[in-house]
């Protein structure tokens, strides 16, 4: 029997000291498995939302007997910088920091990237380029960044919709957090998927919805390195769009992406 | 700035970042924390990021601080005892302490938003809290009819100056059953007791915090959205309530929503609690200089 002090993650800050990122790595109470997980966070107001989501994550990792890092991205969260200052390029760099620092603790050489929204995307993205990713999880992934920079609009005209009393805010701020140009352009641009590593062996997209175009064409890009790429429906709330203080946990979706690691466990 | 994580309470379960306070300014000797409590299920970062942001700001004035999660939020795992969530909110904030206390730290500023300000304010009452910063609590919760009297006020004010609410009256896309019985139910509740009032919010913040306001302990009262409703429906309590306990600040800031989302609303609760922390360790540094000083001169 699992007791919650046996759950609870170790926090800790790594990374060079200008650019401290704050992670929690979940220890497995199960016997442990060869790979560890690193879990890539949404982003902006998704991330607050999703937190729960991705905690659970961790959780039901670690349970199941994978080591487990969760981490903010600089500018996010507990991680230093502000928000402002971020770039893709500067995430994806962080997701390869964090990488280093889950084999460090887990004492694992085989990971297992897992992305949630632009956290997805960006995982994808720096996998290419790590060594040791064996598999690779993407969770409603970002695939066109101007789809996600109108439903983030829409969102904020919903937000001061709901808010009359001329709440005052930067004029390309989405709900609290700066969207300048640069970053806009580069989610414009920047949210192609590579081709994967030849190490990667399985990829699951789990898209909000399976049949869009787009969905088939990254499948296919992620394929065309011999990887075998599972596609569904992922069948739970879309967190990222539900309020903050709802903190809903999608367990549904979280269990098959457990299972669906472990099938692929050597 | 080094910031680094803790565990605190009796399980030693209880996850914080602890911002130490940056060697500057006239509050470093203070030996005061404020501490951050969650605000509903959102985790110790706070909404939009706001307890972090608070957090350096404050250090960086020479205030250290610490932003916690409770049992089962955020990084927090739920209690290994089981203990009943409505005994937590009493028993872990004075866990937490006894752990800050343990750590040379001996006089806290307790504050959070919505139900974080709730926890801060049940709290008081422990000799070792010295300011209370109380952001949008629900202050008319507790009675019915405030509760309802503000509501009706603050969507009625809302809707009125909402072009897009018009629309949606004119345009049959409002509950006009839940409107009807809203405002005539309002109406019918203010008739029958005779526009007199059972309690009023002020009244029963007063007595929420009574035991520090006891000590004259200084507390900061922010209140947007809704929560400026009350401030102003019941102004009169609240002038009065401030005349009696001169250690308590109310300010109301119309242009912020609950959670304060934007950049700038951020900003400026920031600053407004900078400044009045600073205040408060300032007085606080200088009160205790001549018992050290002494000890100091002796050496």
């Known amino acids: 029997m699992r007791t919650s002090s046996q759950e609870a993650p170790l926090p800790c800050f790594f990374g060079d000291e200008a650019h401290r990122l704050y992670g929690c790595h979940h220890l497995p109470t199960e016997a442990a498995r060869r790979e560890a997980i690193l879990i890539c966070s949404a982003t902006a107001h998704e991330y607050e939302r999703c937190h729960r989501a991705t905690r659970q994550l961790a959780v039901q990792f670690a349970r199941a007997g994978y080591p487990a890092l969760r981490f903010d991205y600089f500018g996010t969260g507990d991680s230093a910088g502000d928000y402002a200052e971020a770039s893709l390029s500067r995430w994806r760099d962080d997701i390869a920091a964090a990488a280093a620092e889950c084999r460090v603790r887990s004492a694992r050489k085989s990971l297992c990237l897992a992305g949630l929204r632009l956290g997805a995307t960006l995982a994808a993205q720096a996998a290419a380029a790590l060594e040791g990713v064996t598999q690779l999880v993407l969770y409603a992934p970002i695939l066109d960044g101007a789809a996600l920079l109108e439903e983030w609009g829409r969102e904020q005209a919903v937000f001061d919709g709901k808010h009359s009393q001329a709440i005052r805010r930067a004029p390309q701020e989405i709900l609290g957090f700066p969207l300048g140009q640069s970053f806009r352009a580069q989610l414009g641009t920047g949210l192609a998927v590579p081709a994967p590593a030849p190490a990667i062996r399985r990829v699951l997209v789990l898209a909000e919805r399976a049949d869009e175009p787009g969905v088939r064409q990254a499948a296919a890009v992620l394929a065309s390195r011999g990887a075998a790429v599972t596609v569904e429906q992922a069948d739970g709330p879309a967190v990222w769009r539900s309020e903050p203080l709802q903190a809903i946990v999608p367990f549904k979706v979280l269990r098959r992406i457990v299972a669906w690691v472990g099938e692929g466990a050597r | ?299």
């Not at chain 2, 949008?136 to 897009?164: G, I």
């Not at chain 2, 139910?185 to 309690?199: E, K, S, T």
């Open chain 2, 1 to 299: 700035m080094s910031e680094e994580p803790i565990l605190l309470g009796e399980h030693g379960s209880l996850l914080g970042i602890h911002t130490p306070a940056a060697p500057v300014g006239a509050a470093r000797n203070s030996r005061l924390a404020m501490v951050l409590f969650n605000a509903g299920l959102i985790h110790h970062v706070g909404p939009g990021r706001l307890y972090v942001k608070l957090a350096r700001a404050l250090a960086a004035r020479g205030i250290a601080a610490v932003r916690v999660d409770f049992s089962g939020i955020g990084d927090s795992p739920p209690r290994p005892d089981h203990a009943p969530a409505h005994e937590l909110g009493m028993r872990e904030p004075r866990e937490m302490l006894d752990d800050l206390e343990r750590r040379g730290y001996d006089g806290f500023i307790l504050g959070g938003v919505c139900s974080g300000a709730k926890h801060a304010a049940l709290a008081a009452g422990d000799p070792r809290v010295k300011g209370l910063v109380l952001i949008n609590q629900e202050l008319a919760a507790a009675d019915p009819e405030a509760a309802q009297q503000v509501s009706v006020q603050y969507y009625l004010r809302r809707s009125l100056r909402n072009p897009r609410a018009w629309r949606n009256l004119f345009a049959g896309k409002v509950n006009y059953g839940a409107l009807f019985t809203a405002l005539v139910g309002g109406a019918r509740r203010l008739l029958a007791r005779g526009g007199r009032r059972r309690h009023s919010p002020a009244e029963l913040l007063l007595e929420e915090l009574a035991p520090a306001l006891g000590r004259a302990t200084p507390a900061l009262i922010v209140l947007s959205d809704r929560h400026a409703e009350v401030l102003r429906l019941f102004a009169a309590d609240f002038a009065a309530a401030m005349q009696h306990h001169p250690s308590l600040r109310f300010e109301s800031n119309c242009y912020a929503d609950h959670l304060f989302t934007s950049t700038s609303a951020q900003a400026a609760l920031v600053q407004q609690v900078c400044e009045w922390a600073e205040e408060l360790a300032r007085t606080r540094a200088h009160e205790r200089t001549p018992a050290v000083a002494p000890a100091l001169a002796a050496r």
